[in-house]
C-alpha cells in the first residue's frame, strides 16, 4: 500500500539497506485508474467506438488522451514499485515505452526509480555468497541478474536433476549440502565425485551450451538454492548483452571449486584424448542415412578412439539447437610424411557449446571406436602436444 504523503512535492524513504529512494508525487485522481490497468474486463459491455483488442490504456488514451495515459502509466509504475510488485511496474514500464516512446522524461523517471527500488528490495545476505560475481556486474546489470533468479527449497534426498535429463538452469546453492554422483555403466552403480555447499553453483555445462545433464545432484539435507532459467536469462540480456561473458568467465573459474569426496570417480572419460589442429569437415546426416549437401569446415580440437571434440565458427544458436543430438560425418586427413591419410567417422553429436569470443566447441561420440593404432598415428602425425 502506498504511503500518504508528508510532503506536498517529494518525499525520501530510507530502509534497512541503507539506499535512499526519490519517490514522485502521485495525484490521488489517478488511483482507481491504476488499479484497472492490470484487470482483465471481458464482461463489460464494449463501447460504440472501441475496437474489439482496445485494453484499458488505449482507452484511456481515445478517451483523455495520450498525456493522460502517460500519466496514469508513470502513476503505476510508482504503485507497484512501493508494493515491490516489480514485474508488475516492468511491464507497465514496456507500455509506456510501446504507447509513448517519445516520453523520454517519464521513460526515464521510470527506469530510475524501478532501479532504485530493486536495489532497496535486494536481500544482501543472498548476494554475499556471490559478492565476487556482483562486483564485477554494473549497477544495472546486478539488479536484473537478481531479479531474474528464482528460489527454491530441496528436501533430503529430493534430486534437483537427474543424468541424462536437461532443464537449461544455472544453479547457486545457498544452504545445506547436496551431492554430485554420476552412472558407471562399467561398474553398474552411482559414482559420488562431489559434494555442493553454499557458495558452490552447479548446472553450468548445460545452461551454456545446448546438452543434458551427465551427473544427477541430490540433496543430503534440506538445502536452499537459487536458479537462473534459461529464458529469463535471455530476456536480461537484450538491455544487459555483457552479463554474458562475465557470468561465463567466473563460473568456468567457479566450476573448479567443488569440494572432491571421491578421486577416483573423476576419471569419466573411458579412452585417453589428445589435443591437436586436424582440420576436416562435417555433414550432417538426414533420416535416409545419407549425408547433406551442405558442408561445415571445422578443427579437431581433441581426439580419442571412442569420440573428439571440434570447433567452429559462425554457428547461429538456432542451428546449433538443431544440430545437438544429431547424426554426422567427420572426414579429416592428415600428413604421414609424403602420404596424405584421411579417415571418416558416423558420429553422434552430444553436446554444443558456445563461448564468448563466438567460437563454439562440440563434443561427438563416434558410432564405431577408432582402433588405438589409428590414434596413435593421427597424434603422432599431427601437431599433438599432448602426445609429446
Not at 602420404?339 to 561427438?364: D, I, M, T, W, Y
Request: glycine residues 4%; proline residues 3%; hydrophobic residues 35%.
Amino acid at each position: 500500500m502506498v504511503a500518504q504523503r508528508t510532503q506536498s512535492d517529494k518525499q525520501y524513504h530510507n530502509n534497512k539497506a541503507g539506499f535512499y529512494i526519490k519517490e514522485s508525487d502521485v495525484e490521488c485522481e489517478n488511483r482507481q485508474k491504476i488499479i484497472q490497468l492490470h484487470k482483465n474486463t471481458p464482461n463489460q459491455k464494449k463501447q460504440p467506438n472501441s475496437s474489439p483488442a482496445e485494453g484499458p490504456i488505449e482507452k484511456l488514451i481515445r478517451v483523455k488522451g495520450l498525456k493522460a495515459a502517460i500519466k496514469a502509466l508513470y502513476a503505476g509504475i510508482v504503485k507497484y514499485t512501493c508494493e515491490k510488485e516489480f514485474s508488475k511496474a516492468d511491464r507497465l514500464r514496456d507500455k509506456l515505452v510501446e504507447v509513448a516512446p517519445l516520453a523520454l522524461t517519464e521513460i526515464a523517471k521510470a527506469d530510475e526509480i524501478i532501479e532504485q527500488r530493486k536495489i532497496a528490495a535486494m536481500d544482501l545476505e543472498k548476494i554475499t555468497p556471490w559478492k565476487d560475481l556482483y562486483s564485477i556486474f554494473t549497477t544495472s546489470e546486478s539488479v536484473a541478474f537478481y531479479f531474474a533468479l528464482k528460489d527454491r527449497v530441496v528436501k533430503s534426498n529430493q534430486p534437483v536433476f537427474e543424468q541424462g535429463s536437461c532443464d537449461n538452469r544455472l544453479y547457486f546453492i545457498l544452504s545445506g549440502r547436496l551431492k554430485l554422483s554420476y552412472f558407471d555403466k562399467e561398474k553398474r552403480k552411482k559414482v559420488t565425485f562431489a559434494i555442493l555447499k553454499k557458495g558452490d553453483i552447479t548446472g553450468i555445462e548445460t545452461f551454456f551450451s545446448f546438452s543434458i545433464h551427465t551427473t544427477t545432484l541430490v540433496a543430503t539435507e534440506e538445502s536452499k538454492i537459487s536458479y537462473l532459467d534459461k529464458d529469463a536469462f535471455q530476456k536480461i540480456l537484450t538491455d544487459n548483452p555483457t552479463i554474458e561473458s562475465k557470468l561465463y568467465s567466473y563460473c568456468k573459474n567457479k566450476k573448479q571449486h567443488c569440494h572432491i569426496d571421491n578421486q577416483k570417480g573423476l576419471g569419466r572419460r573411458a579412452h585417453k584424448r589428445y589435443e591437436t589442429s586436424l582440420r576436416g569437415h562435417v555433414q550432417k546426416i538426414d533420416k535416409a542415412g545419407k549425408p547433406q549437401k551442405e558442408i561445415s569446415r571445422m578443427t579437431i580440437a581433441d581426439i580419442s578412439a571412442g569420440g573428439l571434440c571440434y570447433n567452429t565458427t559462425n554457428l547461429k544458436i538456432g542451428d546449433a539447437a538443431d544440430l545437438h543430438k544429431s547424426d554426422i560425418l567427420i572426414t579429416a586427413s592428415y600428413n604421414k610424411g609424403t602420404e596424405n591419410k584421411e579417415f571418416q567417422r558416423l558420429a553422434r553429436v552430444v553436446s554444443v557449446k558456445f563461448h564468448p569470443n563466438g567460437e563454439c566447441c562440440v563434443h561427438v561420440q563416434f558410432k564405431e571406436q577408432l582402433s588405438e593404432r589409428k590414434i596413435f598415428e593421427i597424434a603422432q602425425y599431427t601437431d599433438v602436444t599432448a602426445f609429446v
